[in-house]
């Protein structure tokens, strides 16, 4: 099993697949990757060798932002947000659709189940 930025990514799969197991890593950026280091699309991770998986890895770590660095960085922006109290913290904060979506019927997702109350009329 190939470990690349601290994942295991499945040996049977082609490796632009694989590469979107990684957290961070999309379908246009696999195929990115896939480009830089020469390496064919269609090749399915149990073929790559030692050397290419090697190859990946240093791609990965040297141009993009990944697993926990890039969780550390979205949550510090979400932070900042919610320090300033700007709108968009304070949804944030009171854990409710951030975007704009209506929250009078849906959002629960965000909001958990619903709780019931007393003496409200169906």
Known sequence: ??????VNI???KRLDIALTYIHGIGRAKAT?????????????VHELTEAEVIKVRECIDADYTVEGELRREVGTYIKRLMDLA?????????RLPVRGQRTHTNARTRKGKAKPIAGKKK
């Open 1 to 6: 099993m190939a470990r690349i930025a601290g």
């Open 10 to 12: 499945p040996t049977a």
């Open 32 to 44: 990115e990757i896939c480009e830089k280091t020469g390496l064919p699309v269609n090749k399915r």
């Open 86 to 94: 700007c709108y968009r913290g304070l949804r944030h904060r009171r």
